[in-house]
């Protein structure tokens, strides 16, 4: 079992709907959750990080942490065809420099 | 800022040759970072300078990988005896004094061909 699984999609939606990407992990250890978007051949762009559990909102997105359940969600609301990127999930420990990233979710926003 | 550097963007090799790849920090970023990416998966976590110190290596950086920071600015990635499990994207990333790599910026990383 990975430490960190995350479904690889694809995921295709239409412009404008709600997207929900999630990630699940296996180390309690585990502080920091970030998400990253990544472009084709690009390098990974941060979109937020959280500390410990609870919610964080940046514009269209959300972050989801929830700790007891080793479970985290990325929402994009209002999706637009230039949110078609890779997402991928990351996590650390305090004091380490390893994140630990998802395999990526591959999200299509059809116009 | 013109954000973290990397170069060359591609570079193709045959297996057991030498190869380094260069790494320019976003100015006054003091901590800088090696990850690798293969096709499908996220980044995995090589290496982490602090200034010219290399104060943490995972154990995917085996004997035949080197990394370099001198003088806390610039950073390289040499790979010695190249084999075809080497062919990735290789990621650098820096963050500012007192942050860590959560707060990190990657570059556009070196894809590796070993061919």
């Known amino acids: 079992q990975k430490e960190v699984e995350q479904d690889p999609g694809p995921l295709s939606v239409p412009e404008g709907a709600i997207v929900s990407l999630n990630c699940t992990y296996s180390?309690?250890?585990?502080?920091?959750f970030m998400w990253y978007r990544q472009y084709s051949r690009k390098g990974p762009e941060l979109l937020m990080y959280?500390?410990?559990?609870g919610n964080k909102e940046d514009g269209r997105f959300t972050a989801q942490v929830d700790k007891s359940s080793k479970y985290i969600s990325l929402f994009i609301r209002d999706s637009q065809p230039s949110d078609s990127a890779t997402y991928l999930c990351?996590?650390?420990?305090?004091?380490?420099?390893?994140?630990?990233f998802g395999a990526g979710t591959r999200l299509t926003v059809k116009p | 800022d013109t954000g973290v550097s990397q170069d060359p963007r591609h570079k193709i090799t045959k297996r057991g040759q030498n190869v380094t790849f260069r790494c320019d920090p976003i100015s006054e970023h003091n901590r800088l970072y090696w990850y690798r990416q293969t096709l499908g998966q996220g980044p995995e976590f090589l290496t982490y300078?602090?200034?010219?110190?290399?104060?943490?290596k995972s154990r995917l950086l085996s004997d035949r990988f080197s990394a370099e920071r001198p003088k806390g600015s610039f950073s390289t990635l040499e790979i010695q005896r190249t084999e075809q499990g080497d062919s990735a994207m290789y990621l650098c990333a820096s963050s500012r004094p007192g942050t860590g790599v959560t707060e990190a910026f990657f570059g556009q990383g070196t894809r590796l061909t070993v061919v």
């Open positions: 300078f602090q200034n010219e110190a290399q104060l943490e």
């Open positions: 180390n309690s250890a585990f502080q920091y």
């Open positions: 990351a996590m650390s420990r305090v004091g380490s420099n390893d994140m630990r």
């Open positions: 959280t500390y410990s559990s």
